[in-house]
């Protein structure tokens, strides 16, 4: 019986790995670029379960010691076959039915979990796996020898009356306890493509199964199913890529047409940089970001330019009115009948203070009238109703100056905006330009609400146009 594993030196001359043989083909290739051996490479990990080294995950050299059976096919009462655990091959002879393939078939079934001679024939073939004589105990264990690691064993147990599926499989190395499965071992992959046992009938079912089934056992055995997988991931992912690219080309294409009718100087840098291939992507986003060094001054500028504050057209309309309004109320009291009604009070507050002191009297400046109470009541009564209209001016007057004040404010707090180097602004001028023209206060109230209006509405208007444009 040919026993599993081999030398360290019989390793040196093992054939390489589709694994191995990718790398160096990758390695030796100095026309590929590296990032495209990275998502080659990344696409065979991928594949692969993450590793693309070739033996990484090898176990250790181990080889057949011993196979236990009781109550599994031909065998009823425990038989135990002895190997030698070294490299080489070792021949087991015997008569018909003297449990070669008893053997053969519980090796098999404890490494894969199933035996090829049962597969695609009736269902009595699998049925008829536990011994009719001897069913219990009914279990197997298979002994293996690990280089520098030591002995351990691998073992299928069932309960008396369970089904082949049925069954418990353990992993116990020697001085340990037993672990359930035999997942630990990390046999399974190897298992799959290198099975432990051909025989001559599992053989001759795979030519007969056609080219195609040939063809994908080999490849299967040789592990060119990674390749093959391989490339249908990178493929799909080309695909992804190509339809990205032709979007991304058809937006390219989109913001150059926007670009050609924009006067700005960056958009002709833009398209510039657009139109080269392939684009130079960190310089344009450094363009629309402004993070490059030639626009680290311009972009706070413009920034600034697109922030400008100045007031909205209903605050202006409000403002003059109220400007207006109170020119109108102060206008209704003439600057010589407010004169004339401080005398008044005055000369009756003397001729008051004449009569506290005097009593009745004539008049002294007259000699005519007569300051007697009637006359002190009359007097008090005039004094106070000038004192209103004198209250009412000073309020209208008041009104007057906060309405003027308040537009005179709007007014002197606009402010130039400065220039952008490298930059051309067409609107600058003109903001510039009207808030000039709008600080030129004039003198008189009804001049200055009829100036705010107009060149308020102007300084408005040129300072939207020149946001715009920043932005």
Not at 20 to 44: H, M, T, Y
Not at 156 to 171: A, I, R
Not at 238 to 259: F, G, H, Q
Not at 289 to 297: H, I, P, R, V
Request: net charge negative.
């Amino acid at each position: 019986m040919p026993q599993e594993g081999g030398t360290a030196e019989a390793a040196v001359g093992a054939e390489q790995s589709v694994h191995d043989v990718i790398l160096e083909l990758l390695g030796a290739d100095d026309a590929l670029s590296d990032r495209s051996k990275d998502v080659v490479l990344s696409a065979l990990a991928e594949v692969s379960g993450g590793s693309v080294e070739a033996g990484e995950n090898n176990p250790a050299p181990t080889f057949l010691s011993s196979i236990t059976v009781s109550g599994f096919r031909g065998v009823g009462p425990s038989a135990r076959l002895d190997l030698f655990p070294a490299p080489g091959l070792m021949v087991v002879s015997g008569r018909n039915g003297s449990g070669k393939s008893s053997f053969a078939e519980a090796l098999e079934l404890t490494l894969t979990g199933t035996s090829y001679r049962w597969n695609k024939k009736e269902s009595l073939w699998a049925e008829a796996w536990q011994n009719l004589h001897h069913p219990d105990p009914c279990q197997i264990q298979v002994g293996f020898t690990r280089e520098a690691l030591g002995p351990f064993t691998v073992g299928v147990n069932w309960d008396q009356g369970e089904k082949l599926e049925n069954c418990t499989t353990w992993t116990q190395a020697a001085g340990d306890k037993r672990v359930d499965g035999t997942e630990a071992l990390g046999w399974s992959r190897a298992l799959e493509l290198h099975r432990p046992l051909l025989s001559y009938e599992e053989l001759g079912r795979l030519f007969d199964g056609g080219p195609s089934a040939l063809y994908d056992a080999l490849a299967k055995l040789l592990g060119l199913d990674a390749l093959s997988e391989t490339e249908k991931l990178l493929a799909t992912r080309l695909k992804t890529i190509r339809a990205a690219s032709d979007t991304a080309d058809a937006e390219r294409k989109r913001v150059l047409t926007a670009l050609a009718d924009h006067a700005d100087e960056r958009a002709k840098r833009a398209a510039k940089l657009l139109r080269k291939r392939p684009v130079p992507l960190d310089d344009a986003r450094a363009l629309a970001t402004g993070a490059g060094e030639a626009q680290s001054d311009a972009v706070p500028a413009l920034r600034t330019l697109t922030q400008l504050e100045t007031p909205t057209i209903e605050v202006v309309e409000a403002a003059t009115g109220q400007l207006r309004a109170a020119a109108r109320a102060a206008a209704d009291s003439a600057t010589a009948a407010i004169d004339l009604t401080s005398q008044r009070v005055e000369l009756l507050r003397t001729a008051l203070r004449f009569h506290d002191q005097g009593g009745d009297a004539d008049c002294p400046v007259c000699a005519q009238g007569r300051l007697d109470a009637d006359w002190a009541t009359a007097a008090q009564n005039s004094i106070a109703q000038s004192e209103e209209l004198l209250d009412e001016y000073r309020s209208t007057a008041q009104q007057l100056k906060s309405a003027r004040a308040q537009l005179t404010t709007l007014i002197q707090g606009l402010s130039a905006a400065g220039a952008v180097p490298g930059i051309d602004l067409p609107a600058l001028a003109n903001y510039n330009n009207a808030v000039a023209a709008a600080r030129n206060i004039p003198v008189t109230d009804d001049a200055l609400a009829t100036h705010a209006e107009s060149a308020l509405t102007e300084v408005i208007a040129a300072a939207e146009t020149l946001r715009v444009e920043a932005a």
